[in-house]
């Protein structure tokens, strides 16, 4: 039995083609997938206004992040509130709002060197808020009393002032539950909500919004 001995060269030369035998034996993969924005809010249902989704794939061997945003399936987890073109293009449609899901699927049945890897599924997702606004809904309005100074704004989106207004309102979904947020500017440090049905803080909650209601803010 005769055993081979490389040194120098020669064993530089086998150590490289042993190297480059082992990474051929890993394909380019897939591993995730992320999706550009991940977070769009929509001010209201207006299908004039869309938004272009980007998916960004993560890969390895070697590694590499990669614009797939034409390989990805798009879909949405609520059609009614969002809808997502086959090319990734974002929009609100009808009267439905809230927060939804829109997913970016790769079936990576294959790998770049063509390996099998059946029912391999990889899936990025962002979110879409479509504020609770409605022309016909009941209306929401925040009067400003006294000399304090601040913002006011809404969680759904659809009502956003400044107390230099004086007052503002939003109509929004019948039902909607609905937090006002005080933000105090200046010398102003606090806020007193009057005709608030939970008040806590800087904030005010109406549980349900079902007949025009206004909301008094006094910053102090």
Request: proline share 5%.
């Amino acid at each position: 039995m005769k055993v081979l001995f490389l040194r120098g060269a020669g064993a530089l030369a086998l150590f490289s083609l042993l190297g480059s035998m082992l990474s051929c034996a890993h394909d380019q993969q897939l591993v995730s997938i992320s999706v550009k924005p991940d977070t769009e809010d929509f001010g209201a249902a207006d299908p004039a206004l869309n938004v272009q989704l980007r998916a960004l794939g993560s890969y390895i061997h070697p590694t590499v992040t990669k614009d797939i945003t034409d390989q990805v399936t798009w879909a949405s987890n609520t059609p009614g509130m969002v809808a997502v073109s086959s090319t990734g293009l974002l929009a609100p449609v009808g009267f439905s709002c809230g927060s939804t899901l829109v997913s970016a699927t790769v079936n990576t049945n294959k790998s770049a060197g063509n390996r099998s890897s059946s029912g391999a599924i990889v899936t990025g997702y962002m979110t879409a808020n479509v504020a609770c606004v409605s022309s016909t809904g009941p209306i929401l309005t925040v009067s400003f009393l006294g000399s304090g100074t601040g913002n006011i704004s809404s969680s759904p989106l659809g009502l956003s002032c400044a107390s230099t207004a004086g007052s503002c309102s939003a109509g929004f979904v019948s039902g909607t539950t609905i937090t006002l947020t005080a933000q105090p500017t200046g010398t102003s440090t606090s806020v007193t909500w009057g005709n608030c049905p939970t008040p806590n803080g800087l904030q005010c909650t109406i549980p349900s919004l079902t007949a025009n209601t206004t909301i008094t803010a006094t910053y102090i």
